[in-house]
Nanobody, 121 residues
Framework: QVQLVESGGGLVQVGGSTRLSCTASGSFSRIDAMDWYRQAPGKQRELVAGVSSSGITNVADSVKGRFTSSRDNAKNTLYLEMSNLKAEDTAVYYC???????????????WGQGTQVTVSS
C-alpha cells in the first residue's frame, strides 16, 4: 500500500513563508519524478515544482524565485519551501510521485490527499 502523506501549510500572511513536506510510504524499486501541484478554486491543477530522479529541479514561472523544491531520496520525502507568499498562491497543494514497486512493474502515479495553503493579508 502506497501513501503520500503531506504536512505543513495552513494560514500564512502575505509575504510570509512556509514549508510543505510529503513522505511516501511503501517500498519502491524506482521513483522517477516527485512533484508538487496546486489547485485553486475554479482553476485547473497546475504543476508548481518538482525534482527528478537525477536531482534536476523544475519550478513554474509563476513561483520562480520564491519557491524551491528538494528531495530526500533516502526518506522518500519531497519538500516545498515557499517564501514571499502572495494571495494568488492560495490553493490546495498536492504531492505527486511516479514510480514502480518492482523492477518488472509498471510505473504508476500516486497522489497525496492535498494540504491547504491560504495566504491572507
Amino acid at each position: 500500500q502506497v501513501q503520500l502523506v503531506e504536512s505543513g501549510g495552513g494560514l500564512v500572511q502575505v509575504g510570509g513563508s512556509t514549508r510543505l513536506s510529503c513522505t511516501a510510504s511503501g517500498s519502491f524499486s524506482r521513483i522517477d519524478a516527485m512533484d508538487w501541484y496546486r489547485q485553486a478554486p475554479g482553476k485547473q491543477r497546475e504543476l508548481v515544482a518538482g525534482v527528478s530522479s537525477s536531482g534536476i529541479t523544475n519550478v513554474a514561472d509563476s513561483v520562480k524565485g520564491r519557491f524551491t523544491s528538494s528531495r530526500d531520496n533516502a526518506k522518500n520525502t519531497l519538500y516545498l519551501e515557499m517564501s514571499n507568499l502572495k494571495a494568488e498562491d492560495t490553493a490546495v497543494y498536492y504531492c505527486h510521485l511516479r514510480g514502480r514497486r518492482t523492477p518488472w512493474g509498471q510505473f504508476q502515479d500516486y497522489w497525496g490527499q492535498g494540504t491547504q495553503v491560504t495566504v491572507s493579508s
